[in-house]
């Protein structure tokens, strides 16, 4: 079974690397090293609690997918790597499925419909688009 990573120390301002071969240090919100970092989450993957209706089982699925591809770098892994990769796929979607049953919350429910034209209109400004 899947065991989880030791937490790294440090916070947001922990450097990458050892400081023998990296002097990137990750400060949330800023580019450092080429890379952008922001408080937000992966862009891909979506939040799924508190919505009216509720997260679909294909949702947290796709959810899980979203984040094992992440963390393994690969979106198609080998074919010495499927059998860990769609076991991974399946005990992320388990965890998460556990999770958004035993999430509670005192703020009303999202709907699906306002969200999806508030980030339509994100993106308009971002890309510069029609909403």
Request: aromatic letters at 2%.
């Given at each position: 079974m899947f065991t989880?990573?030791?937490?790294?120390r440090g916070g947001p301002?922990?450097?990458?690397?050892?400081?023998?071969?990296s002097n990137d240090v990750?400060?949330?919100?800023?580019t450092v090293g080429g890379a952008t970092y922001s408080r937000g989450m992966c862009?891909?993957?979506r939040q799924l609690h508190n919505f009216e209706p509720p997260a679909t089982s294909d949702e947290v699925r796709a959810a899980a997918l979203q984040y094992v591809r992440k963390v393994s770098g690969s979106t198609k892994p080998s074919q010495a790597n499927q059998e860990a990769f769609d076991e991974a796929?399946?005990?992320?979607?388990?965890a998460t499925a556990h999770l958004l049953e035993h999430l509670t919350t005192?703020?009303?429910p999202k709907d699906r419909e306002i969200e999806r034209q508030k980030a339509r209109?994100?993106?308009?400004?971002r890309f510069g688009t029609p909403a």
């Open positions: 989880a990573a030791p937490a790294r301002d922990t450097e990458v690397g050892s400081a023998s071969t990750v400060r949330w919100g800023t862009r891909n993957i796929v399946e005990a992320v979607a388990h005192t703020a009303p209109e994100r993106n308009a400004v």
